[in-house]
T-cell receptor, first 112, second 115 residues
Protein backbone atom coordinates (compact mmCIF):
# COMPACT_ATOMS: atom_id res chain seq x y z
CA UNK A 1 0.00 0.00 0.00
CA UNK A 2 0.90 3.66 -0.08
CA UNK A 3 2.94 5.24 2.67
CA UNK A 4 4.77 8.45 3.50
CA UNK A 5 7.83 8.68 5.72
CA UNK A 6 9.00 12.04 6.91
CA UNK A 7 11.73 13.30 9.11
CA UNK A 8 11.08 12.87 12.78
CA UNK A 9 10.86 16.02 14.80
CA UNK A 10 10.89 18.20 16.60
CA UNK A 11 13.21 20.46 14.65
CA UNK A 12 14.50 23.68 16.21
CA UNK A 13 16.35 26.26 14.13
CA UNK A 14 17.49 29.81 14.51
CA UNK A 15 15.87 32.53 12.42
CA UNK A 16 17.37 32.82 8.92
CA UNK A 17 18.69 29.25 8.99
CA UNK A 18 18.28 26.89 6.04
CA UNK A 19 15.51 24.33 6.44
CA UNK A 20 15.16 20.84 5.01
CA UNK A 21 12.43 18.43 6.06
CA UNK A 22 12.85 15.08 4.37
CA UNK A 23 9.92 13.16 2.91
CA UNK A 24 9.95 9.89 1.00
CA UNK A 25 7.02 7.92 -0.26
CA UNK A 26 5.91 4.53 -1.46
CA UNK A 27 3.12 4.35 -4.01
CA UNK A 28 1.84 1.84 -6.52
CA UNK A 29 0.99 4.43 -9.16
CA UNK A 30 1.81 8.05 -9.91
CA UNK A 31 0.63 10.12 -6.99
CA UNK A 32 0.26 13.83 -6.51
CA UNK A 33 2.44 15.04 -3.63
CA UNK A 34 1.62 17.70 -1.07
CA UNK A 35 2.98 19.57 1.89
CA UNK A 36 0.39 20.72 4.39
CA UNK A 37 1.15 22.99 7.34
CA UNK A 38 -0.67 23.38 10.65
CA UNK A 39 -0.12 26.60 12.57
CA UNK A 40 -1.01 26.60 16.28
CA UNK A 41 -4.76 26.44 16.85
CA UNK A 42 -5.57 26.13 13.15
CA UNK A 43 -6.44 23.40 10.67
CA UNK A 44 -4.10 21.89 8.12
CA UNK A 45 -3.51 24.20 5.16
CA UNK A 46 -2.04 23.32 1.81
CA UNK A 47 1.47 24.80 1.55
CA UNK A 48 2.47 23.48 -1.86
CA UNK A 49 1.98 20.59 -4.22
CA UNK A 50 3.43 18.84 -7.27
CA UNK A 51 1.54 16.54 -9.57
CA UNK A 52 4.19 14.84 -11.70
CA UNK A 53 7.87 13.96 -11.76
CA UNK A 54 10.31 16.90 -11.73
CA UNK A 55 7.54 19.39 -10.90
CA UNK A 56 8.54 21.93 -8.28
CA UNK A 57 5.93 23.24 -5.89
CA UNK A 58 6.61 26.57 -4.20
CA UNK A 59 4.88 28.96 -1.85
CA UNK A 60 5.90 31.48 0.83
CA UNK A 61 9.59 30.81 0.14
CA UNK A 62 9.19 27.05 0.58
CA UNK A 63 10.01 24.66 -2.25
CA UNK A 64 9.78 20.94 -2.89
CA UNK A 65 10.65 18.98 -6.03
CA UNK A 66 8.90 15.73 -7.03
CA UNK A 67 11.77 13.26 -7.47
CA UNK A 68 10.48 10.02 -8.92
CA UNK A 69 13.90 8.37 -9.06
CA UNK A 70 14.40 8.76 -5.31
CA UNK A 71 10.66 8.76 -4.43
CA UNK A 72 11.18 11.94 -2.45
CA UNK A 73 9.55 15.33 -1.95
CA UNK A 74 11.82 17.15 0.49
CA UNK A 75 10.68 20.53 1.78
CA UNK A 76 13.24 23.36 1.77
CA UNK A 77 13.40 27.02 2.67
CA UNK A 78 16.46 29.18 2.40
CA UNK A 79 15.85 31.46 5.37
CA UNK A 80 13.24 30.58 7.97
CA UNK A 81 11.31 33.06 10.09
CA UNK A 82 9.73 32.77 13.53
CA UNK A 83 6.33 32.78 11.82
CA UNK A 84 7.24 29.49 10.09
CA UNK A 85 6.94 27.67 13.41
CA UNK A 86 4.29 25.01 12.80
CA UNK A 87 3.78 21.31 12.13
CA UNK A 88 4.53 20.25 8.54
CA UNK A 89 2.88 17.21 6.95
CA UNK A 90 3.97 15.47 3.76
CA UNK A 91 1.15 13.66 1.94
CA UNK A 92 0.31 11.84 -1.28
CA UNK A 93 -2.86 11.05 -3.19
CA UNK A 94 -3.14 8.60 -6.06
CA UNK A 95 -5.38 9.01 -9.09
CA UNK A 96 -8.75 7.41 -8.49
CA UNK A 97 -8.19 7.29 -4.76
CA UNK A 98 -10.16 9.51 -2.41
CA UNK A 99 -7.76 9.55 0.47
CA UNK A 100 -4.69 11.56 1.32
CA UNK A 101 -1.95 9.45 2.89
CA UNK A 102 0.00 11.51 5.41
CA UNK A 103 3.31 11.27 7.16
CA UNK A 104 3.55 11.71 10.92
CA UNK A 105 4.22 15.44 10.75
CA UNK A 106 7.34 17.37 11.76
CA UNK A 107 7.10 20.07 14.40
CA UNK A 108 9.30 23.04 13.50
CA UNK A 109 10.23 25.72 15.99
CA UNK A 110 12.15 28.80 14.91
CA UNK A 111 13.87 30.80 17.63
CA UNK A 112 14.78 34.48 17.17
CA UNK B 1 -10.24 32.61 2.56
CA UNK B 2 -13.29 30.43 3.33
CA UNK B 3 -13.02 28.11 6.32
CA UNK B 4 -14.19 24.74 7.49
CA UNK B 5 -15.46 25.00 11.05
CA UNK B 6 -15.60 22.20 13.59
CA UNK B 7 -17.36 22.01 16.92
CA UNK B 8 -16.63 21.37 19.68
CA UNK B 9 -12.89 21.98 19.82
CA UNK B 10 -12.61 19.56 22.74
CA UNK B 11 -14.91 16.71 23.72
CA UNK B 12 -14.54 14.49 26.76
CA UNK B 13 -16.69 11.40 27.03
CA UNK B 14 -16.96 8.18 28.96
CA UNK B 15 -16.17 4.86 27.31
CA UNK B 16 -19.29 3.35 25.75
CA UNK B 17 -21.00 6.70 25.21
CA UNK B 18 -22.04 8.03 21.82
CA UNK B 19 -20.42 11.18 20.48
CA UNK B 20 -21.24 13.36 17.50
CA UNK B 21 -18.56 15.56 16.03
CA UNK B 22 -19.82 18.41 13.91
CA UNK B 23 -18.39 20.17 10.90
CA UNK B 24 -19.57 22.92 8.60
CA UNK B 25 -17.77 22.51 5.26
CA UNK B 26 -17.27 25.33 2.81
CA UNK B 27 -20.63 26.11 1.28
CA UNK B 28 -20.04 25.31 -2.39
CA UNK B 29 -17.91 22.23 -1.79
CA UNK B 30 -19.21 18.81 -2.79
CA UNK B 31 -16.72 16.36 -1.25
CA UNK B 32 -16.37 15.87 2.47
CA UNK B 33 -13.88 13.91 4.55
CA UNK B 34 -13.01 12.87 8.06
CA UNK B 35 -9.44 12.20 9.18
CA UNK B 36 -8.04 11.54 12.60
CA UNK B 37 -4.68 11.71 14.33
CA UNK B 38 -3.92 9.69 17.42
CA UNK B 39 -1.27 11.42 19.50
CA UNK B 40 2.18 10.79 18.07
CA UNK B 41 0.87 8.91 15.05
CA UNK B 42 0.06 9.70 11.44
CA UNK B 43 -3.00 11.56 10.24
CA UNK B 44 -5.28 8.75 9.02
CA UNK B 45 -8.10 8.81 6.51
CA UNK B 46 -11.46 7.65 7.84
CA UNK B 47 -14.09 8.34 5.20
CA UNK B 48 -15.06 10.39 2.17
CA UNK B 49 -18.61 11.46 1.34
CA UNK B 50 -20.11 12.68 -1.89
CA UNK B 51 -23.64 13.05 -3.20
CA UNK B 52 -25.08 11.99 0.15
CA UNK B 53 -23.27 8.71 0.36
CA UNK B 54 -19.95 7.29 1.45
CA UNK B 55 -17.59 7.12 -1.52
CA UNK B 56 -14.63 5.53 0.24
CA UNK B 57 -13.80 4.40 3.75
CA UNK B 58 -10.80 2.96 5.53
CA UNK B 59 -10.62 -0.19 7.59
CA UNK B 60 -10.75 2.02 10.70
CA UNK B 61 -14.26 3.14 9.75
CA UNK B 62 -16.14 0.16 11.13
CA UNK B 63 -19.78 -0.22 12.18
CA UNK B 64 -19.21 2.00 15.21
CA UNK B 65 -18.77 4.98 12.90
CA UNK B 66 -21.30 6.76 10.73
CA UNK B 67 -21.45 10.02 8.83
CA UNK B 68 -24.36 12.18 7.84
CA UNK B 69 -25.11 15.42 6.11
CA UNK B 70 -28.40 16.12 7.83
CA UNK B 71 -29.32 19.54 6.52
CA UNK B 72 -27.18 20.57 3.57
CA UNK B 73 -24.70 22.54 5.65
CA UNK B 74 -23.51 20.31 8.49
CA UNK B 75 -21.44 17.15 8.12
CA UNK B 76 -21.29 14.95 11.20
CA UNK B 77 -19.26 12.00 12.40
CA UNK B 78 -20.95 9.77 14.96
CA UNK B 79 -19.17 7.20 17.07
CA UNK B 80 -21.82 4.92 18.54
CA UNK B 81 -19.99 3.41 21.50
CA UNK B 82 -16.66 5.05 22.13
CA UNK B 83 -13.57 3.10 23.09
CA UNK B 84 -10.40 4.34 24.75
CA UNK B 85 -8.54 3.94 21.45
CA UNK B 86 -10.91 6.40 19.76
CA UNK B 87 -9.14 9.20 21.64
CA UNK B 88 -7.64 11.36 18.89
CA UNK B 89 -7.84 14.67 17.08
CA UNK B 90 -10.55 14.43 14.42
CA UNK B 91 -10.28 16.65 11.35
CA UNK B 92 -13.04 17.42 8.90
CA UNK B 93 -12.15 18.52 5.38
CA UNK B 94 -13.92 19.51 2.19
CA UNK B 95 -13.11 20.11 -1.45
CA UNK B 96 -14.92 21.31 -4.52
CA UNK B 97 -14.30 18.68 -7.17
CA UNK B 98 -12.56 15.75 -5.48
CA UNK B 99 -9.78 15.86 -8.11
CA UNK B 100 -6.56 14.11 -7.16
CA UNK B 101 -4.45 17.26 -7.14
CA UNK B 102 -7.04 19.54 -5.60
CA UNK B 103 -6.35 21.00 -2.19
CA UNK B 104 -8.43 20.00 0.77
CA UNK B 105 -9.64 22.62 3.22
CA UNK B 106 -9.34 21.34 6.78
CA UNK B 107 -10.99 22.44 9.98
CA UNK B 108 -8.97 23.04 13.13
CA UNK B 109 -10.07 19.73 14.60
CA UNK B 110 -11.96 18.28 17.55
CA UNK B 111 -9.84 16.74 20.28
CA UNK B 112 -11.78 13.71 21.55
CA UNK B 113 -10.79 12.23 24.88
CA UNK B 114 -12.42 8.95 25.91
CA UNK B 115 -12.06 8.15 29.62
Amino acid sequence: GNSVTQMEGPVTLSEEAFLTINCTYTATGYPSLFWYVQYPGEGLQLLLKATKADDKGSNKGFEATYRKETTSFHLEKGSVQVSDSAVYFCALREIGNEKLTFGTGTRLTIIP
Amino acid sequence: EPEVTQTPSHQVTQMGQEVILRCVPISNHLYFYWYRQILGQKVEFLVSFYNNEISEKSEIFDDQFSVERPDGSNFTLKIRSTKLEDSAMYFCASSMTGATNEKLFFGSGTQLSVL
